[in-house]
Antibody, heavy 121, light 106 residues
Framework: EVQLLESGGDLVQPGGSLRLSCAASGFTFSSSAMSWVRQAPGKGLEWVAS????????DYADSVKGRFTISRDNSKNTLYLQINTLGDEDTALYFC??????????????WGRGTLVIVSS | DIQMTQSPSTLSASVGDRVTITCRASHSIGSWLAWYQQKPGKAPKLLIYKASSLESGVPSSFSGSGSGTEFTLTISSLQPDDFATYYCQQYYSYSNFGQGTKVEIK
């Protein structure tokens, strides 16, 4: 079955760190560019970060640049998002998404169900 | 940065209505635009990519058009399953979404 399964979301104190994971199955993961997209409670969608299939090329939204790191382990078919210096504005449901094309910027044709990050003291 | 503006923010319609949602980009993005449907508590679902290409498995009642800075998503005959929130996304430069259009029952 073609699917993405996120994990790692948690309740974290401000200033804390977290690593999110996304396990992929049912498609050739190493050939697929991937992204993280987040959605704050009751709000719209915000693209966070993207990586190429090889992991050599990455890019980030200005709102997270310098604090978030996207990476992947193609041997494990897994995408990661390291989140540091968490603030209230990072509270959101974090989705991983597969790109429809090989470019770092693309539409997303497969989404996971999301993992919830809550930043609160 | 390219800003995406959807209108309207909320749309009240009845089953069988023809519905049109507009998305405007602050700079030309060619045809690098996608549309998604999202229901409460669920992940977004791809409907349209490259402005007018219908994703496999999506009903033909959905269609997209436009290029440059103005785009539309049309639902030709609204069905009960279509009441949801719709987002446009540009992927010409970086990637970002419109603020969403909620289609609710009239």
């Amino acid at each position: 079955e073609v699917q993405l399964l996120e994990s790692g979301g948690d309740l974290v104190q401000p200033g804390g760190s977290l690593r999110l994971s996304c396990a992929a199955s049912g498609f050739t993961f190493s050939s697929s560019a991937m992204s993280w997209v987040r959605q704050a409670p009751g709000k719209g969608l915000e693209w966070v970060a993207s990586t190429s299939g090889s992991g050599d090329s990455t890019d980030y939204a200005d709102s997270v640049k310098g604090r978030f790191t996207i990476s992947r382990d193609n041997s494990k078919n897994t995408l990661y998002l390291q989140i540091n210096t968490l603030g209230d504005e990072d509270t959101a449901l974090y989705f991983c998404a597969k790109h429809g094309g090989p470019q770092v910027y693309s539409y997303f044709d497969l989404w996971g169900r999301g993992t919830l990050v809550i930043v609160s003291s | 940065d390219i800003q995406m503006t959807q209108s309207p923010s909320t749309l009240s319609a009845s089953v069988g209505d023809r519905v049109t949602i507009t998305c405007r980009a602050s700079h030309s993005i060619g045809s690098w635009l996608a549309w998604y449907q999202q229901k409460p508590g669920k992940a977004p679902k791809l409907l349209i990519y490259k402005a007018s290409s219908l994703e496999s498995g999506v009903p033909s009642s959905f269609s997209g058009s436009g290029s440059g800075t103005e785009f539309t998503l049309t639902i030709s005959s609204l069905q009960p399953d279509d009441f949801a929130t719709y987002y446009c996304q540009q992927y010409y430069s970086y990637s970002n979404f419109g603020q969403g259009t909620k289609v609710e029952i009239k």
